[in-house]
């Protein structure tokens, strides 16, 4: 079974500044997708990025990049030029790749808030 | 394309009583997923179709939970005899896979159910 740990349960980054949310994961695949995904308070949840793990290179999307190092099974996501939207709790989440089944395992979360 | 869309959005409930929640996903999304989501925690799998066959359920659904997707489209989630235990956030999912582009699959959430179970 795969497990995903996240181990800031909260942090905090003042406007403009860039901040880095930590996730590491388990598994015995060799195979397999890893996203992370954003829940604004009392707002459903959404795609920020995603990475393949037979990818070296990381995945961004403007502000958002990620440090995927698969020996060590890690996954950061870094923020820059943070702003006040980004306020949200983010899940970390592992999918195995397999012919059937593709259910997501998440984190426990990292809430972030942005400040001014 | 209006994304995921779940009703009711908030239920509260008696114990013992049954409760059906429905998720109607992205237009020609051939799968579709249920989790659920406690205070504090990440979405936990319940259960998924590819169109509407149900090919995965989690040991998460009792005997109580029962899901269906006639016709590939819509899906009911039914809770039977709630339980207190059961009061969380009812998550419904959809992808894509068209099986050209296997290892190409997002899941699009839809924005939940709250059960509250009294």
């Known amino acids: 079974a795969q497990t995903v740990t996240q181990s800031q349960p909260e942090m905090s980054v003042q406007e403009a500044e860039t901040v880095t949310l930590s996730c590491t994961y388990d598994?015995?695949?060799?195979?397999?997708?890893l996203f992370w995904y954003k829940q604004p308070p009392s707002r459903q949840m959404i795609l920020v990025i995603r990475?393949?793990?037979?990818?070296?290179q990381n995945a961004t999307e403007n502000r958002f990049s990620v440090n995927f190092q698969k020996a060590a099974k890690s996954f950061s996501l870094k923020i820059s030029d943070s702003q006040l939207g980004d306020t949200a709790m983010y899940f970390c989440?592992?999918?195995?790749?397999?012919?059937?089944?593709?259910?997501?395992?998440f984190g426990t979360g990292t809430r972030l808030q942005v400040t001014l | 394309d209006t994304g995921v869309s779940q009703n009711p959005r908030h239920k509260i409930t008696k114990r013992g009583q049954n409760v059906t929640f429905r998720c109607d996903p992205i237009?020609?999304?051939?799968?579709l997923y249920w989790y659920r989501q406690t205070l504090g925690q990440g979405p936990e799998f319940l259960t998924y179709?590819?169109?509407?066959?149900?090919?995965?359920k989690s040991r998460l659904l009792s005997d109580r939970f029962s899901a269906e997707r006639p016709k590939g489209s819509f899906s009911t989630l039914e809770i039977q005899r709630t339980e207190q235990g059961d009061s969380a956030m009812y998550l419904c999912?959809?992808?894509?896979?068209?099986?050209?582009?296997?290892?190409?699959?997002?899941?699009?959430f839809g924005p939940g159910t709250r059960l509250l179970v009294l």
């Open positions: 999912a959809s992808s894509l896979q068209d099986g050209l582009t296997p290892y190409q699959e997002t899941q699009y």
């Open positions: 598994t015995s695949e060799n195979n397999y997708y």
């Open positions: 990475q393949e793990a037979y990818k070296q």
């Open positions: 989440a592992f999918m195995k790749i397999t012919g059937t089944a593709s259910k997501l395992t």
């Open positions: 237009s020609e999304h051939n799968r």
């Open positions: 179709f590819q169109n509407e066959a149900q090919l995965e």
